[in-house]
């Protein structure tokens, strides 16, 4: 496999597996995070995915300067919250960086990929989307980026691009336990009720990426994998 891969959030937790694997796979990876990374992507670019502005600057350049032939939207963050403690300011921040950057590259990217003939963008989206008490913002950005992938997998198909989504159910990341203390009944509960009796890894993650990014994948469009343990079963 040849080419470069571009991963944002690429620098810790779920993402930087994300990196590790594409490398593992043939691509040469760029990772785009505010953070600096763990692992060792071929080359990382710091910046605010939040920033529109500065991330559409960054992404043209880069589309001039690199050949993308996958796009992985892996950033987001959450912000746990009962509907009636939802903040409006919450809102605005994880739709500026849950979606939007999805959306600032893709945009910048698809020209290349359809002049290639070929390209692949993957989504990081989550097992939120079929609902999870305290998640109404959280999984309104993971929703929303599974339908627009939908959408963008009926337009670009004709052009030998395919879009597809990993909805990770519970991985232990240091975002994980940062939002659900190992201690906490309600975390207890979570990882007993996942059916293959383990949490999930960002290599579990990484791996459903790499099948979607292949080339050999070109007939599986629109869809979205759920990665979860067999939590989403039944």
Not at 16 to 36: K, M, N, Q, T
Not at 74 to 82: F, Q, Y
Not at 158 to 164: D, E, L, Y
Request: with cysteine; glycine share 10%; aromatic share 6%.
């Amino acid at each position: 496999m040849s080419g470069t891969a571009l991963v944002t959030g690429g620098a810790r937790g779920i993402g930087a597996a994300i990196v590790e694997r594409l490398r593992l796979d043939g691509f040469r990876v760029v990772a785009l995070d505010i953070l600096a990374p763990e692992g060792r992507p071929d080359r990382f670019e710091e910046v605010d995915l939040s920033d529109a502005p500065a991330l559409e600057a960054l992404v043209a350049r880069l589309s001039a300067e690199e050949e993308i032939s996958c796009l992985v939207n892996n950033v987001g963050i959450v912000r746990p919250a009962p509907l009636e403690e939802v903040e409006l300011e919450d809102f605005d921040r994880l739709f500026h960086l849950n979606l939007r950057p999805s959306l600032i590259c893709a945009k910048a990217l698809v020209p290349g990929m359809k002049a290639r003939g070929f390209g692949r963008i993957v989504m990081n989206t989550s097992r939120v989307t079929l609902g999870k008490e305290l998640r109404s913002l959280y999984s309104a950005t993971k929703g929303a980026a599974q339908s627009m992938a939908r959408t963008w997998a009926l337009e670009l198909a004709p052009f030998g691009i395919t879009v597809n989504c990993v909805a990770p159910g519970p991985i232990g990341t240091e975002a994980f336990w940062k939002n659900n203390p190992p201690d906490a009944p309600l975390t207890r509960a979570i990882i007993d009720q996942v059916p293959v009796r383990r949490m999930g890894t960002g290599a579990d993650v990484a791996n459903a990426v790499s099948f979607f990014a292949a080339p050999a994948a070109g007939f599986v469009t629109g869809q979205t994998l759920f990665v979860c343990g067999g939590v989403t079963v039944g």
